[in-house]
């Protein structure tokens, strides 16, 4: 799942997957904005097919939150 993350964010913010890892920050490291954001998490929800709760994305700041978030809320 890790690897199908950090692809899918290469792809969404169209950076090198190299440049990423489980403990990039997304808006220090990646200078993720709101707008890039919403496309993140658009991205994950259709992808895995989980719905991110709005109180939830305040709390996801790493890659490695995202990869915990998606393995805890998967549903296959």
Avoid: W
Avoid at 1 to 24: Q, V, W
């Amino acid at each position: 799942m890790k690897e199908k993350i950090i692809k899918l964010i290469a792809k969404t913010l169209d950076i090198n997957p190299k440049d990423i890892n489980e403990k990039t920050n997304l808006v220090k490291d990646l200078e993720v904005e709101s707008l890039d954001l919403v496309d993140l998490v658009a991205a994950f929800e259709d992808e895995f097919g989980i719905e991110i709760a709005d109180k939830d994305i305040k709390n996801i700041q790493t890659v490695g939150d995202i990869i915990k978030y998606a393995e805890e809320h998967k549903t296959d």
